[in-house]
């Protein structure tokens, strides 16, 4: 089966790497232009250019695909480059782009009387639970108790088509080693790169079962921005070690200690409850086994944390350069008090 693959980060990679090594031939890599990055802010290629440049496959980076867009010169070299491979389907896992109406035709014109794919997705989410861009952000944000990846057969809305393929992993909420996003994007990259190579074998044999979603339990997964990952403290312990894990590694869970930015990486609800004339963010206690700190509701052990522009530390290596007497308040909150 020919295909064009459309992806950028790492998740999208992996999926790229094993239909390669599955014997797909990929006419065509759709990606993201390369973007400052890094401390320096050099230009750098997605990891899903790295793979085509390294092997060799056609690469295209349209700032856009809309033809009637800001970039129309961008769009209409794409669409040149998507007509003249002539694929059986196109692959679309994380990609940033919106794929406009002219994809998908274009795509289900060449497919019809084949295998009939057209555009399919994988989806870091069991649809039609976090629709949109940051799924497993979201899911571990709300405590969801599983997450998975879907095989979603492309249309004109944001992630409503029909599932070809669904995989459901339990998220682990418990201790100090529950999962956090990063840890559940390699599972779930590694379960989409599976999941896909199965569907387009499937769909060499014969027509697939095509699943409409369901019309119920829909939810959207906003993008993530650095100011929402701000530590609220007269939040729950539950949500707020939630929230921690659910931006680690990006784009990171972040308080203040006076002037202070500090990044909180790993903690966990503390049983029991602090004195109730305690305001949220006071610090309890602050040894080796850890700072815990009154929340809203509850209390919370921080285990590792980082200061802007250090490595991470564990709580013991961090109080020996920075003590945190009982009392001291983390966030913005004790500033107006």
Known sequence: MRLIFAGTPEFAAVALRQLHAHGFDIALVLTQPD???GRGMKMQASAVKDFAVQHAIPLAQPRSLRLDGRYPDDAAAAR???LEARADAMVVAAYGLILPQWVLDAMRDRSQGGAGLGCINI?????PRWRGAAPIHRAVEAGD???GVCIMQMDAGLDTGAV???QAIPIHHEGIDADTTGRLHDRLAALGAELVV????AAQQG???AQPQPADGVSYADKVNKAEAEIDWRRSAQQIGCSIRAFD?????WTTCGDEVLKIWRAVPEPGSPAADLAPGSVLSADAHGIVVACGSGALRIHELQRAGARRLACSDFLRGQPLPTGTRLGRSAESD
Do not use: N
């Open 80 to 82: 040149e480059a998507i």
């Open 198 to 201: 199965e569907v387009l074998d």
């Open 164 to 166: 070809l393929r669904q």
């Open 35 to 37: 973007r400052p990055a």
């Open 207 to 209: 027509p697939l079962d």
């Open 249 to 253: 590694p990006t784009p990171g869970a």
């Open 145 to 147: 108790a599983q997450i």
């Open 123 to 127: 989806h870091g989410s069991l649809l």
